[in-house]
């Protein structure tokens, strides 16, 4: 197996994969306009993401861009195991790019993606589920008024539903802990009832506040599809990085640094995921130095992280 993930280092074995989709090798700036919305809808989601910590877009992104990504996800989870390696493709970071108009609104100001990204795919079956219930972030992220100053944007591409593992929140007005961000393992004292389920059609987007306590859900087998999603995680310019490097907004990374942040997330999650040990030694060098090109440390340097 471990040719075999070597092989995964070079853009045209994607390329391969899912010739459908786009790979760049080198960074590309994102000159596209952004996806249209509702402007009062927008308005009305700033204003409940104040106050509940989380909010949702409906038909944001078109189907045909959606069901492009769904196939990425697809495909690198049935040829690899790990979903996440569909954000090698342009196209998530286009979609990203394109909704950066509507992001800046939803925080007030200019930001940057972080380096926190993942991608599921949840088969009907009671056997697979989103991740448990957790807060992004613990502290220092939400303003006195409810305004976040980081989110995590969560796009379904395919229905997200209660029986193949939506989203679940605790909103933040029903939360004592939302501001004062408490310790792991207060979240179970919960009420039941307040916890709320957000179902989200394909294409729609959702987004929260980094300390809201939310998890996705277990899927069924009565569910009627599996459930495919993406994660980005972005912060205003204006704070201190919570990670490095920053991203630039309207840009597709360079391939290596994509390949790099895959890396880091498997290496990240692995108290969540089963990486094999060939993998995980594999994701270290892939971070550090991608035969044949510059270190990930020297990108670092050149993006300002450090």
Same mark, same amino acid.
């Given at each position: 197996?471990?040719?075999?993930? $070597?092989?995964?280092?070079? !853009?045209?074995?994607?390329?391969?994969?899912?010739?459908?989709?786009?790979?760049?090798?080198?960074?590309?700036?994102?000159?596209?306009?952004?996806?249209?919305?509702?402007?009062?809808?927008?308005?009305?989601?700033?204003?409940?993401?104040?106050?509940?910590? @989380?909010?949702?877009? !409906?038909?944001?992104?078109?189907?045909?861009?959606?069901?492009?990504?769904?196939?990425?996800?697809?495909?690198?989870?049935?040829?690899?195991?790990? !979903?996440?390696?569909?954000?090698? @493709?342009?196209?998530?970071?286009?979609?990203?790019?394109?909704?950066?108009?509507?992001?800046?609104?939803?925080?007030?100001?200019?930001?940057?993606?972080?380096?926190?990204?993942?991608?599921?795919?949840?088969?009907?079956?009671?056997?697979?589920?989103?991740?448990?219930?957790?807060?992004?972030?613990?502290?220092?992220?939400?303003?006195?008024?409810?305004?976040?100053?980081?989110?995590?944007?969560?796009?379904?591409?395919?229905?997200?539903?209660?029986?193949?593992?939506?989203?679940?929140?605790?909103?933040?007005?029903?939360?004592?802990? @939302?501001?004062?961000?408490?310790?792991?393992?207060?979240?179970?004292?919960?009420?039941? $009832?307040?916890?709320?389920?957000?179902?989200?059609?394909?294409?729609?987007?959702?987004?929260?506040?980094?300390?809201?306590?939310?998890?996705?859900?277990?899927?069924?087998?009565?569910?009627? $599809?599996?459930?495919?999603?993406?994660?980005?995680?972005?912060?205003? $310019?204006?704070?201190?990085?919570?990670?490095?490097?920053?991203?630039?907004?309207?840009?597709?990374?360079?391939?290596?640094?994509?390949?790099?942040?895959?890396?880091?997330?498997?290496?990240?999650?692995?108290?969540?995921?089963?990486?094999?040990?060939?993998?995980?030694?594999?994701?270290?060098?892939?971070?550090?130095?991608? !035969?044949?090109?510059?270190?990930?440390?020297?990108?670092?340097?050149?993006?300002?992280?450090?």
């Amino acid at each position: 197996m471990a040719a075999f993930e $070597q092989a995964w280092e070079a !853009p045209s074995f994607w390329r391969e994969l899912c010739p459908e989709l786009s790979v760049s090798q080198d960074a590309c700036v994102v000159n596209d306009a952004s996806f249209p919305v509702d402007e009062e809808q927008l308005r009305r989601e700033v204003r409940f993401l104040k106050q509940e910590g @989380y909010g949702h877009l !409906p038909e944001v992104i078109p189907p045909d861009e959606v069901n492009r990504m769904a196939l990425a996800v697809q495909r690198t989870a049935e040829a690899t195991g790990f !979903p996440v390696f569909a954000l090698l @493709y342009d196209e998530f970071w286009l979609a990203l790019a394109r909704l950066s108009c509507v992001v800046e609104e939803l925080l007030g100001e200019e930001f940057s993606v972080l380096p926190d990204v993942w991608a599921w795919l949840l088969q009907p079956s009671g056997e697979h589920a989103g991740w448990k219930p957790h807060r992004d972030r613990r502290s220092g992220t939400v303003l006195a008024d409810g305004t976040p100053r980081c989110l995590s944007l969560w796009l379904p591409l395919t229905d997200a539903t209660p029986l193949n593992g939506c989203i679940y929140v605790l909103p933040a007005s029903l939360d004592a802990r @939302y501001h004062s961000y408490g310790k792991p393992g207060e979240e179970a004292t919960v009420s039941y $009832q307040d916890i709320r389920a957000v179902p989200a059609e394909a294409g729609a987007v959702l987004f929260w506040s980094s300390q809201l306590l939310h998890w996705g859900g277990r899927s069924s087998e009565r569910a009627i $599809q599996p459930r495919m999603s993406v994660a980005f995680e972005v912060q205003v $310019q204006s704070m201190k990085p919570l990670a490095k490097p920053l991203l630039p907004v309207r840009e597709v990374p360079a391939f290596e640094v994509r390949l790099a942040l895959v890396a880091r997330q498997l290496l990240q999650y692995q108290h969540m995921v089963d990486v094999p040990p060939a993998l995980s030694q594999q994701c270290r060098k892939w971070m550090q130095a991608l !035969p044949g090109k510059r270190s990930f440390f020297s990108v670092l340097k050149k993006l300002g992280g450090s």
